[in-house]
C-alpha cells in the first residue's frame, strides 16, 4: 500500500473516530437533530411553500425518530410513548406557523431559529422527564416550566392557525378538542410522571371538553384568529396550570391570583379588540 492510501486511510479512521466520538454524547446528538430538522424545516418552506403539509407531517414523525435514536440507551426499560407528543406537536404547529408570517428570507431565518432553541431545550426537558422517572433529579421542576412554556407556544400557533382555516364551526372545535388532549395529558403527566396515567384521564377528558365548549363559543366571535388563540391560550394556560398545582398540593391564595390575573388579562384583551358594529 502507498504512502498516499495510507495517509487517506489513516484520516479516513480518524474522521470516523471523531464523528462516532460526537455521536456518543447525547447532548451532540441533540445539537445535530436539531441542525438537521431546524434546516430540513427552513427548506420545506421555502421550496413547498404553502403546500407542504404532508412534508410536515414526515418532519414531524422525523423528530420523534431522531429524539427516540438520540435517547435510546436512556429508555430501555423505561419506554413511554408520553415523551413524543410534544416533540410532534411543537413541529408541526412551527411549520403550519410559516404559513402565516411573512415570506422574508430575515423573518423565517429568526423563527427558525426560535424552532431550534425551543426543539432543544424541548429535548432537554423530555429526558428530564426519562430520568426523573427512574430516580429524583433535581432540575425536574425548570424541566416542567420550558415543557409548559413550549406546550403554550405550540397551542397558541396551533389554534391561530385553525381559526385562519375559516371552515365550519363543527370542524374547528373537533381539532381544538383533538390537541387540547394531547396537549392536556402531556401536561399533566408531567407532574406525575406515572407509567399508567388511568386514574388521571377523566381531569384530561373534562378539561379538553372545557376547551372544546370555549372554541365553539368563540367560532361566533366578532374578532380576529389571533386574538381567540391568545384568549384560548390563555384559558389552557388558566385551568391547565390550577390543575398541575392542585396535583402537587400548591393550591395557594397567592398562586390561585396568579392565574386569575392572566385570565383576567386576556378577557379583557377579548373584549378590546372585539369588533362590536
Given at each position: 500500500?502507498?504512502?498516499?492510501?495510507?495517509?487517506?486511510?489513516?484520516?479516513?479512521?480518524?474522521?470516523?473516530?471523531?464523528?462516532?466520538?460526537?455521536?456518543?454524547?447525547?447532548?451532540?446528538?441533540?445539537?445535530?437533530s436539531v441542525i438537521i430538522l431546524s434546516l430540513g424545516l427552513f427548506l420545506s418552506e421555502y421550496f413547498f411553500?404553502?403546500?407542504?403539509?404532508?412534508?410536515?407531517?414526515?418532519?414531524?414523525?422525523?423528530?420523534?425518530?431522531?429524539?427516540?435514536?438520540?435517547?435510546?440507551?436512556?429508555?430501555?426499560?423505561?419506554?413511554?410513548?408520553?415523551?413524543?407528543?410534544?416533540?410532534?406537536?411543537?413541529?408541526?404547529?412551527?411549520?403550519?406557523?410559516?404559513?402565516l408570517v411573512p415570506a422574508r428570507f430575515l423573518t423565517?431565518?429568526?423563527?427558525?431559529l426560535f424552532y431550534a432553541i425551543g426543539l432543544y431545550s424541548l429535548f432537554l426537558s423530555q429526558?428530564?422527564?426519562?430520568?426523573?422517572?427512574?430516580?429524583?433529579?433535581?432540575?425536574?421542576?425548570?424541566?416542567?416550566?420550558?415543557?409548559?412554556?413550549?406546550?403554550?407556544?405550540?397551542?397558541?400557533?396551533?389554534?391561530?392557525?385553525?381559526?385562519?382555516?375559516h371552515i365550519s364551526i363543527l370542524p374547528i372545535s373537533i381539532m381544538i378538542f383533538v390537541f387540547s388532549l394531547l396537549l392536556i395529558y402531556h401536561s399533566l403527566w408531567t407532574h406525575s410522571l406515572d407509567k399508567i396515567f388511568k386514574d388521571?384521564?377523566?381531569?384530561?377528558?373534562?378539561?379538553?371538553?372545557?376547551?372544546?365548549?370555549?372554541?365553539l363559543l368563540l367560532s361566533f366571535w366578532p374578532t380576529s384568529p389571533t386574538v381567540i388563540a391568545l384568549f384560548l391560550t390563555g384559558f389552557f394556560y388558566t385551568i391547565v396550570g390550577l390543575t398541575q398545582v392542585w396535583f402537587?398540593?400548591?393550591?395557594?391564595?397567592?398562586?390561585?391570583?396568579e392565574y386569575i390575573w392572566v385570565a383576567v388579562i386576556v378577557f379583557f384583551i377579548l373584549i378590546l379588540f372585539t369588533s362590536w358594529k
Open positions: 500500500m502507498s504512502r498516499r492510501e495510507t495517509s487517506f486511510f489513516r484520516k479516513k479512521t480518524i474522521q470516523t473516530r471523531f464523528v462516532k466520538k460526537i455521536l456518543a454524547n447525547k447532548r451532540h446528538k441533540f445539537v445535530a411553500g404553502r403546500s407542504n403539509f404532508f412534508v410536515l407531517i414526515i418532519l414531524s414523525v422525523v423528530v420523534n425518530i431522531l429524539f427516540f435514536l438520540s435517547i435510546s440507551n436512556d429508555i430501555k426499560g423505561n419506554f413511554s410513548l408520553k415523551i413524543f407528543i410534544l416533540p410532534f406537536i411543537f413541529t408541526l404547529s412551527f411549520g403550519l406557523f410559516y404559513s423565517r431565518s429568526l423563527i427558525t429526558n428530564i422527564f426519562i430520568v426523573s422517572s427512574i430516580r429524583t433529579i433535581t432540575l425536574l421542576s425548570s424541566a416542567r416550566i420550558v415543557s409548559f412554556v413550549i406546550t403554550l407556544v405550540s397551542y397558541f400557533f396551533l389554534s391561530n392557525i385553525i381559526f385562519s382555516l388521571r384521564i377523566y381531569w384530561v377528558l373534562m378539561l379538553s371538553f372545557c376547551l372544546f365548549e370555549a372554541s402537587d398540593k400548591r393550591l395557594f391564595k397567592g398562586v390561585i391570583w
